[in-house]
């Protein structure tokens, strides 16, 4: 095992409750949501008409002149390079470069880019012949060409995002990324610090964004019967562990951490925000779809991730106080989902498990999707700097399936037992995928 250590020095993010690290925060403590009904095109019909949206968001506001070379970059992507700038200046890179460019890295689990849906649909109507029932090639180029934008068609690929942040960072190194759905910038930034470790990088970006709160996104997920279906109040739409949960409720968003070797960081003087101990990776290998009944994979992740940062899940400290002291959940709301989580949690914890905080920021947040991981990441590195955990809104009905500490309804100050030293950031997606990231506080 390498003893190249990897710390994080740099964070950002754009969520639907603000993109400043210490307002979104406030807002989270304070269980502050901004689930309602969609503005960004006409959902009336749908049977989720609502979603946790980001309003009013300006990229040059956040990265200046930068945003002329990035104009064409779609929403996601633009996301990304704003929270990726409040990373970079938070971790001290003189004029918003890595400080040695072969040296840093790239690693996101960026989702696909946003479908030119109108222009998209007008050209497969006007190529279609109803007579005899098969698509005008012709016609259909002629009105691809009059409508669509070339470069905003290319936008949608998802390496395109990290792309960019290379671009505007001057980050030459590795550049992945994955496409796990909604482990992935969990996973991003698991494999970043490996990257790290075994020293291919120094400094790698990591983290993820993505947005499918567009007809086609939210079409898909309708039709997977995946998404709380409360018109009515979305407010209490999102509802992690209770007993009436119906699905989730769509966010986006995105969130960018910079990780570095600890010695690396030092020289340059950097503050070291806390340290990434360790990283599991599994698959269920079960189902596209549906987790593992008993939750073996998300367990094994949990395990794997406590191994590498050399924790054991059944010891406590001289007060009997275990040795994690937060489990940030992937808690969609799903029925399924959030049973399962609990299970592996006592799984993994044993007689312990009930005395692990246990919280889901989805139910404010919403499912920012790839974006997810790296988000909740942040939180927990929030809750070692300032000792207390975020709430599981919404939860009034207790489940006797999730029947932990899932901190309900209001924020929980840790600081008089000792705050918080060591966090669990857990990412679980569809096709089995589940990714479990460790945060401690940094002790040199």
Request: glycine share 12%.
């Given at each position: ?5 990897v710390?994080?020095?740099g964070?950002?993010w754009?969520?639907p409750?603000?993109?400043?690290l ?5 807002r989270?403590?304070?269980g502050?949501t901004?689930i309602?009904?969609?503005d ?6 749908f049977s989720?008409?609502f979603?946790?949206e980001v309003k009013?968001?300006?990229l040059?506001a ?8 990035h ?6 992507t ?8 409040s990373a970079?200046?938070?971790a ?22 946003t ?5 998209f649909?007008?050209t497969?109507?006007a ?10 090639g ?15 068609e290319?936008?949608q690929e998802?390496?395109?995002?990290v792309s960019?942040?290379?671009d ?10 994955c496409m796990?759905?909604?482990?992935a910038?969990?996973?991003a930034?698991g494999e970043?610090?490996?990257i ?24 898909g997920?309708?039709r997977?019967?995946?998404?709380s ?6 407010t209490?739409a ?7 949960r119906?699905g989730?409720?769509?966010g986006?968003?995105?969130?960018i951490?910079?990780?570095e ?5 030092k020289?340059r003087g950097?503050?070291i925000l ?5 990283y599991?990776?599994?698959a ?7 987790i593992?009944p008993e939750?073996k994979g998300?367990?094994a992740?949990?395990?794997?991730a406590l191994h590498e ?8 400290d ?9 489990v940030?959940a992937?808690g969609?709301g799903t029925?399924?989902?959030d049973?399962?989580e609990?299970?592996?949690v006592k ?7 009930p005395?692990?905080?246990f919280?889901?920021v989805k139910?404010?947040?919403?499912h ?5 991981g790296?988000?909740e ?9 300032t000792?207390?955990?975020?709430p ?7 489940d006797p399936l999730c029947?932990?500490d899932h ?18 950031s857990?990412s679980?997606?569809f096709?089995?995928?589940?990714d479990?990231v ?7």
């Amino acid at each position: 095992m390498s003893d190249r250590r990897v710390v994080i020095t740099g964070m950002g993010w754009v969520t639907p409750l603000g993109t400043d690290l210490d307002g979104v925060w406030k807002r989270l403590l304070a269980g502050d949501t901004a689930i309602g009904p969609i503005d960004r095109f006409d959902a009336s019909t749908f049977s989720t008409s609502f979603a946790s949206e980001v309003k009013g968001f300006d990229l040059r506001a956040h990265v200046g002149d930068l945003a002329d070379a990035h104009a064409e970059a779609g929403i996601s992507t633009k996301y990304a390079l704003a929270a990726a700038m409040s990373a970079v200046r938070q971790a001290g890179f003189t004029g918003d470069k890595a400080p040695n460019p072969a040296r840093c890295g790239v690693y996101l689990g960026a989702g696909e880019g946003t479908l030119d849906y109108d222009h998209f649909m007008a050209t497969h109507v006007a190529g279609w012949d109803a007579e005899s029932k098969s698509v005008d090639g012709a016609k259909w180029a002629a009105r691809a060409h009059e409508g669509m934008n070339a470069l905003l068609e290319l936008e949608q690929e998802p390496h395109l995002t990290v792309s960019h942040l290379a671009d505007a960072f001057g980050a030459r190194g590795p550049a992945f990324n994955c496409m796990t759905a909604c482990a992935a910038s969990a996973q991003a930034t698991g494999e970043g610090a490996e990257i790290i470790k075994r020293g291919d990088a120094d400094v790698m970006l990591v983290g993820g964004a993505h947005t499918m709160i567009h007809p086609l996104g939210m079409s898909g997920f309708i039709r997977l019967t995946a998404m709380s279906t409360k018109r009515d109040d979305p407010t209490h739409a999102s509802r992690p562990f209770d007993a009436k949960r119906d699905g989730f409720v769509m966010g986006e968003g995105a969130g960018i951490l910079v990780i570095e070797e600890l010695e690396h960081a030092k020289a340059r003087g950097a503050t070291i925000l806390a340290e990434v101990a360790g990283y599991g990776s599994t698959a269920d290998a079960y189902r596209i779809t549906d987790i593992h009944p008993e939750g073996k994979g998300a367990a094994a992740a949990m395990r794997w991730a406590l191994h590498e940062a050399g924790i054991d899940p059944h010891a406590t400290d001289d007060t009997g106080r275990p040795l994690v002291h937060y489990v940030n959940a992937h808690g969609t709301g799903t029925q399924e989902n959030d049973k399962i989580e609990t299970a592996a949690v006592k799984a993994v914890f044993g007689g312990l498990a009930p005395k692990v905080p246990f919280s889901s920021v989805k139910s404010m947040l919403g499912h920012l999707i790839q974006a997810a991981g790296a988000v909740e990441l942040i939180t927990c590195v929030k809750a070692i700097e300032t000792g207390w955990i975020p709430p599981t809104r919404n939860l009034e009905h207790p489940d006797p399936l999730c029947d932990l500490d899932h901190v309900p309804g209001e924020a929980r100050d840790l600081n008089p037992v000792g705050g918080v030293e060591v966090c669990l950031s857990n990412s679980f997606g569809f096709g089995g995928q589940n990714d479990t990231v460790c945060v401690r506080r940094f002790r040199d």
